[in-house]
């Protein structure tokens, strides 16, 4: 009789452990997420779903919550309703393939027509197999050629693209002709930060920097709110993020 009363109070000890552990993950979780370290956050939630004895919410909302994270070294932001794609690579691709980078959509634009890449500390230009080739400058391609500060990128005759370097490593690149008009992408190398303000004085006072594949915001000047919270430290930003900083507002649409 004593043994299984002693029994049931060990298990009783142990549910009690695991109780509070969950109970100090869940606060844990809920602390992070809002302070904008995400990835401690779904941490947090891996050491509910492993401690609790009922583990479908604790399931569900880290199923969540890894949906929304960034991982690829890319993120694209409204801001001011008007989206912009950040790409920290060391070479990306343009076409009309969903896997690009850059999307260009138009009748001469192949699905992987050219590529971007920086190569022996420079930033370089090539054809990527495309069907009606990439002009630089109004000249086809006939291999890879470095890129100058400014030029202009076609993909065939129904697209062009406009580019222009930031900075000795920073290139903004913004549709000039085709269906995707004025859409805009900064390619930035994937260990330097970008400030938005040199990309466009109109911009917010946010410095975006990648850390393995996870895009990072934290303010230049003035006070950052998340989901209308302040912030005092950097933001490890996710899908459907919600910030603003001196009356700036942006909102993270995908990677």
């Known amino acids: 009789m004593i043994e299984r009363v002693e029994a049931l109070l060990a298990e009783l000890d ?11 993950a869940f606060k844990d979780y809920e602390i992070y997420l ?9 941490d947090a939630l891996r050491r509910c ?4 004895e009922e583990k479908g919410e604790y399931r569900r909302l880290y199923a ?12 694209e932001l409204e801001i001011g309703g008007q989206p912009l794609w950040v790409v920290g690579l060391d070479a990306m691709v343009i076409g009309r393939d969903p896997d690009c980078e850059m999307i260009v959509r138009g009748p001469s634009v ?3 027509h050219a590529r971007i890449l920086r190569a022996e500390g420079a930033l370089w230009l090539e054809d990527a197999g495309s069907r009606n080739g990439t002009l630089l400058g109004g ?7 470095p890129l100058p500060r400014s030029a202009e990128i076609g993909l065939g005759e129904s697209a062009a693209i406009a580019v222009e370097r930031i900075g000795a490593a920073q290139l903004s690149l913004r549709v000039t002709r085709g269906m995707d008009r004025d859409k805009r992408l900064v390619l930035v190398e994937p260990s330097e930060p970008l400030e938005l303000p040199a990309v466009d004085p109109a911009l917010p006072p946010l410095r975006l920097s990648f850390e393995d594949g996870r ?10 709110t998340l989901d209308g919270q302040r912030v005092i430290d950097v933001v490890q930003a996710i899908v459907d993020d919600e910030l603003e900083v001196e009356g700036a507002r942006l909102r993270v649409l995908g990677g």
């Open 14 to 24: 142990q549910q009690q452990s695991r109780d509070r552990e969950v109970d100090t």
């Open 34 to 42: 809002r302070g904008g370290q995400r990835d401690l956050a779904a």
């Open 64 to 75: 969540q919550l890894e949906a929304r994270l960034l991982r690829r070294a890319r993120i």
């Open 215 to 224: 895009p990072w915001l934290a303010a230049l000047s003035g006070t950052l």
């Open 139 to 145: 000249l086809a391609l006939g291999g890879r050629v």
């Open 49 to 52: 779903v492993e401690a609790a």
């Open 110 to 112: 192949s699905r992987r």
